[in-house]
């Protein structure tokens, strides 16, 4: 067969599977959610959950639990801060400071929020920490955020315990400490007056950047975990 036909085929069967739902879920799995699955709906691939939900996934890394506030996890990042910086000469935290450095090192240079999109995971994860090189980000402060979000999950009484979710949380403080891309630009007016125009970008904190960015940072941190719970 052709490379075309093949691919026509290919087409073909896909389009099949996304109007024929007669083997799918009709209702999201998400409970008490009524809508519709992508599926069910000729709208997708997604035979479990509705759109809305997909896109609570993406965001959150969990189908039903949002993710943890920034300032919820403002005392836990200082907490652990501040332990951190008490161990540092602890070879467990010592190693993870290395690791978050060779992140740092290994990213290349710093892509504009204003030209990630079309970007893969991958490069978008390097652009972010490429950024927090740039803006001198103590990789203490990486270190931090990882232990946060553990002391939150261990103090909240309905965690989620999955990886993901711990990964596209710490993944979302990291993302917000290397924070976006600001223009700014001055013109002169006609009567001498000065007229001055900001763009501000961040990228979006969602999708799969969040899980390859919070798999490297869990890589880097995993093992500072037991230094902070005696500390705390
Ligand atoms: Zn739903």
Redesign the pocket.
């Known amino acids: 067969m052709s490379s075309s036909a093949q691919r026509q085929q290919r087409i073909s069967s896909l389009r099949k599977r996304i109007s024929g739902p007669q083997d799918t879920y009709e209702?999201?799995?998400?409970y008490p959610?009524?809508?519709s699955?992508t599926a069910d709906r000729g709208e997708g691939l997604n035979r479990l959950?509705?759109?809305?939900?997909?896109e609570?996934y993406r965001r959150h890394g969990s189908?039903v639990k949002r993710s943890y506030s920034a300032s919820e996890l403002r005392p836990f990042r200082l907490e652990a801060l501040a332990a951190l910086k008490t161990a540092c000469g602890a070879q467990d935290v010592m190693l993870a400071v290395a690791s978050v450095r060779k992140l740092y090192r290994a990213a290349g240079a710093p892509i504009e929020a204003f030209r990630l999109p079309g970007k893969s995971p991958r490069e978008r994860a390097q652009a972010t920490w490429a950024q927090l090189r740039q803006r001198e980000v103590d990789p203490l402060e990486v270190v931090a955020a990882w232990v946060a979000v553990q002391r939150q999950l261990s103090e909240d009484p309905q965690p989620d315990r999955h990886e993901e979710y711990r990964h596209v949380q710490v993944a979302k403080l990291i993302h917000r400490m290397a924070g976006g891309a600001h223009k700014r630009w001055e013109h002169q007016r006609a009567d001498g007056g000065t007229v001055v125009t900001t763009l501000h970008k961040h990228p979006i904190s969602r999708g799969r950047v969040l899980r390859v960015l919070g798999s490297q940072a869990a890589k880097a941190c995993e093992s500072v975990t037991l230094t902070v719970r005696c500390g705390g």
Not at 27 to 30: D, G, K
Not at 49 to 54: A, D, L, P, T, V
């Open positions: 209702r999201c799995r998400v959610c009524t809508n699955t959950y509705c759109r809305k939900h997909i609570f189908y």
